[in-house]
Nanobody, 116 residues
Framework: QVHLVESGGGLVQPGGTLILSCTASGNVDEIGIMAWYRQSPGNQRDLVARIFARGGIDYVDSVKGRFTISRNEGKNTIYLHMGSLKPEDTAMYYC??????????WGEGTQVTVSS
């Protein structure tokens, strides 16, 4: 079992910056990939960025150059540094952990609102 807790969401003006964090507890050694997804009302939940336990990072095209995913030395916390935020980045952001085998885990989400 893995438990995920997100934090760092909030209201920010366009062009601003937010940093999200997600801390995993439990069987963290089983996690192969950790990722951030987002979902806005009426839309599906989409991948934003992911980081692999053995190295490697992916971003969706719409956030490349603006968002950075990283993790701590213990590999149980990931961060999403979001810069140059746009209104279209407004969404609930979810942390996701994919183990090497078995079902994936989701956090409860943290709301990001970009508005003037």
């Amino acid at each position: 079992q893995v438990h995920l807790v997100e934090s760092g969401g909030g209201l920010v003006q366009p062009g601003g910056t937010l940093i999200l964090s997600c801390t995993a507890s439990g069987n963290v050694d089983e996690i192969g990939i950790m990722a951030w997804y987002r979902q806005s009302p009426g839309n599906q939940r989409d991948l934003v960025a992911r980081i692999f336990a053995r190295g490697g990072i992916d971003y969706v095209d719409s956030v490349k150059g603006r968002f950075t995913i990283s993790r701590n030395e213990g590999k149980n916390t990931i961060y999403l540094h979001m810069g140059s935020l746009k209104p279209e980045d407004t969404a609930m952001y979810y942390c996701h952990a994919e183990p090497y085998s078995g079902a994936a885990y989701w956090g409860e989400g943290t709301q990001v609102t970009v508005s003037s």
